[in-house]
């Protein structure tokens, strides 16, 4: 049987009253939220990774404003997933040899982290899912959804999940599994930033018409185990400048937690311009400040993980609700920059979602826009977490980091003390993938080699991110032209895909490497962390990143 053929054979298909795309923060809050408003509503949440928590990588400093709405016992739990609150807060500039300490007293009160909790946004995803299972959700993980299913009125109907068995030629390998349909009256996509459906769901329904282009961070992220003597429960560092320049936004975290236990994280703005620049060569670079160093002497680095983060705020989030359904959490958008936080606002929109969404269920509606959805936010809790800060990135992006942050706590101090900005709400100007200069603009970054000690190289990271999948499939990540890597990419950007990447996927490999002739653009798809920079970034929009089979990519664990 050949593939056409294979397809064509009819997918098995399951009814629910609400189909939610991801077991993340969102879509768990808002599958919890169903349940508890009505425990006669069906819900199934369906997930791409192999277990709960598997792919969803966060700093993390939680605010647990949305566990506490959500789930006011959650802090008496025996079982509870955060159990180490902060108990100081740092912040530096970074210069190349020093450092300069910031002054607590100078921070607007929302950049204070007392209260908040340390701990890994992956277990909380697993305690949700737990939970949630504990109501009558179904959740199933290592299934990937791979489209989005549409009633002949083009409502969405629902999702159906990847075939599994696909060989890389293309061909019904004896594997072969025909994926299945989850059709529902209502599906929620929660698929965190850059989600390939909400992606397609966006550009359907024109959900970003009037809105600012949606901007991005790349973030990556270790966890060491260090010595006790190093060690300061609850500590939390964050810092900007030194090893970006001043044109370059983006900045470091510090958490220490649980057990001798710290998460260092580098966050790089995707408007970045020096088309050579290497943010996980940055992140690396970073390690070896002299304030910082000392930290990981002796230290034993234990994961590596990377994700895009969404940035843009208040004035690109998008039009939550569509014909059947709507966009939750990351999807759309609802990241605190400045406060380098997000999974409040995303258990928060889940249950606002359900909230709505219950109602309608219960009056017999179905495959219609719940527009409630979309009305509520400015004025919920979200809308007052976001408006604030909005805008601290488009400063930071026109003024540089110097000048733009110092204007961004102007800012802030006056929505804190007035509600009112002299800026008004500032527009975020070209999308990502079009700031970058060619190369003849730019002076290369140079980068040291990795001591394997505190820094390290892009294939012994992704090894301890537990990235798999299987190798026989189709390439997960698809070239719209092939030909443009090489043909344009690589004269006037040098092919920046190759260090973009925080994974080694992209190469340019050459017939002789010393003369550089008849050069190949190879995609390594195995090595992929689905962190969609590259879906993102690239310059031409040539890269399409799309699910692999249910199960692949990374593994992590406590991230």
Not at 132 to 161: H, K, M, Q, R, W
Not at 327 to 354: D, E, T
Request: proline residues 7%.
């Amino acid at each position: 049987m050949d593939l056409k053929e294979a397809q064509s054979e009819p997918r098995e298909s399951m009814d629910y009253d609400v189909v939610i795309v991801g077991a993340g923060p969102a879509g768990l809050a808002a599958a919890i939220r169903l349940k508890q408003l009505d425990e006669t509503i069906s819900v199934v949440v369906v997930e791409k990774g192999a277990e709960v928590g598997a792919h969803i990588l966060s700093g993390a400093v939680i605010d647990p404003v949305g566990l506490d709405a959500l789930l006011p016992d959650w802090r008496q739990d025996e079982g509870r997933p955060l159990t180490t609150e902060v108990s100081e807060d740092i912040f530096y500039f970074l210069t190349e040899p020093n450092g300069i300490r910031l002054p607590n007293f100078g921070m607007p009160k929302l950049m204070n982290n007392h209260g908040n909790f340390v701990g890994s946004l992956g277990l909380v995803a697993k305690y949700l899912a737990g939970r949630a299972e504990a109501l009558g959700v179904e959740i199933y993980p290592g299934f990937a959804a791979a489209e989005l299913l549409f009633n002949e009125d083009g409502s969405v109907a629902g999702v159906a999940t990847g075939d599994m068995g696909i060989a890389r030629d293309g061909t019904v390998s004896e594997r072969y599994t025909r994926g299945m349909e989850l059709r529902g009256r209502y599906t929620l996509l929660g698929e965190g930033a850059r989600g390939s459906l909400s992606k397609i769901a966006i550009r359907k329904f024109g959900l970003d018409e009037g809105r600012e282009p949606q901007k991005y961070g790349i973030g990556l992220k270790e966890i060491w185990q260090v010595k006790p003597e190093k060690f300061v429960k609850g500590q939390v560092q964050h810092s900007f400048g030194w090893p970006l320049d001043n044109g370059t936004g983006g900045g470091s975290f510090l958490y220490h937690f649980d057990d001798n236990l710290v998460t260092v994280g580098f966050v790089v703005h995707l408007n970045y311009t020096n088309p050579t620049l290497s943010p996980f060569d940055e992140f690396q670079r970073f390690k070896t400040h002299p304030l910082i160093r000392d930290l990981f002497d002796g230290a034993k680095r234990l994961s590596y993980g990377s994700r895009a983060i969404t940035e843009g705020g208040f004035q690109s989030v998008p039009k939550l609700t569509f014909p059947g359904g709507a966009l939750v959490g990351c999807a759309a958008g609802f990241v605190n920059v400045p406060r380098i936080k997000g999974s409040h606002n995303a258990i928060l929109s889940g249950m606002q979602a359900a909230q709505h969404l219950a109602p309608a269920l219960a009056a017999g509606r179905s495959h219609d826009e719940v527009v409630e959805i979309e009305a509520g936010w400015r004025d919920s809790a979200i809308g007052r977490d976001l408006k604030p800060v909005r805008n601290v990135k488009p400063l930071w992006s026109k003024y540089g980091t110097l000048l733009g942050i110092g204007l961004g706590g102007i800012d802030m101090w006056l929505n804190q003390l007035f509600g009112w900005s002299p800026f008004g709400t500032l527009k975020h100007g070209k999308p990502d993938y079009a700031t970058l200069k060619p190369l003849a603009e730019v002076k290369p970054i140079v980068y040291p080699k990795p001591d394997g000690k505190i820094s390290f190289d892009k294939l012994s990271s992704v090894f301890l991110s537990s990235t798999n999948h299987e190798e026989d499939q189709p390439a997960h990540l698809k070239l719209t032209d092939p030909s443009i890597p090489i043909a344009r990419n690589l004269p006037v950007y040098g092919e920046p895909a190759r260090l973009y990447c925080p994974a080694g996927v992209y190469e340019v490999v050459y017939k002789d490497a010393e003369a550089k002739t008849e050069p190949r653009f190879v995609i390594n798809a195995q090595n992929c962390v689905h962190c969609k920079t590259c879906d993102i970034k690239d310059p031409a929009q040539n890269i399409t990143w799309t699910v692999p089979e249910g199960g692949g990519g990374p593994g992590y664990s406590n991230m």
